[in-house]
């Protein structure tokens, strides 16, 4: 079946300008996560959803940063006014159910340059 | 220092050799264990939970040893094709943030 999979998978933007990434976890996966991942890192928790509800939001570094899941299905991770330092791979994986056991799915990830 | 803490390598093994890489986290309330595997510029993937007891799949072994706070993999016989990053994964599941990974090691293989 499909996997997860996240659009654009490129995406240069000039410092300032606002970027939406999309996630379209696995059908019936209750469990969404965010993650940022820096060049020569391993990926960095930035948000968590079940189902519509984001339960932890602790990891986003800024204001700027904003996650939605409205239908506990597709996710958009936002960031506005991008900065240099906001340049990073943007992974998401989903699980079937909220369990630290659960295997956890990624998408091949949003390449994010800010120039 | 980091919470998880792994040797960034590489590793750099001939084809059929035994390697082995250790992983350490500071918390000791830390529940959960795994294993990922990243290829170069793909996604992580799942390779093996770690369970307290060991656990083995095929030329792949995990072990945790919690007294120590370090979970270790080793990979016996190895083959070009396990040239990767290994990310070791670390949860306690008070909360989704809990789930941290370390920076990877690098394992190239050489024929």
């Known amino acids: 079946g499909a996997g997860v999979s996240q659009s654009p998978r490129y995406k240069v933007a000039k410092r300032g300008q606002d970027v939406a990434l999309r996630c379209d976890p696995i059908s019936g996966h209750v469990s969404l996560f965010w993650y940022q991942q820096a060049l020569g890192q391993g990926p960095e928790f930035l948000t968590y959803?079940?189902?519509?509800?984001?339960?932890?939001k602790s990891g986003l570094p800024s204001d700027r940063f904003f996650a939605e899941r409205p239908e506990g299905s597709v996710s958009t991770l936002k960031i506005q006014r991008t900065q240099q330092e906001d340049s990073a791979v943007y992974l998401c994986?989903?699980?079937?159910?909220?369990?630290?056991?659960?295997?956890?799915?990624f998408g091949p990830g949003t390449r994010l340059l800010v120039l | 220092r980091k919470e998880v803490e792994q040797d960034p390598g590489p590793f750099n093994v001939p084809e059929g050799a035994t390697v082995a890489f250790n992983c350490t986290y500071s918390n000791s309330a830390s529940q959960s264990f795994f294993w990922y595997r990243q290829d170069c510029r793909k996604e992580p993937k799942l390779l093996m939970s770690?369970?307290?007891s060991g656990n083995e799949d095929g030329r792949f072994t995990a072990q945790l040893n919690r007294a120590s706070q370090y979970i270790s993999l080793l990979i016996r016989d190895s083959k070009l094709s396990d040239s990767a990053t290994y990310l070791c994964v670390v949860t306690r599941y008070s909360s989704a943030s809990k789930i941290i990974f370390g920076s990877g090691t690098r394992l190239s293989i050489r024929p």
């Open positions: 770690v369970y307290s």
């Open positions: 994986a989903s699980s079937l159910v909220p369990s630290s056991q659960e295997t956890q799915y």
């Open positions: 959803f079940q189902n519509e509800a984001q339960l932890d």
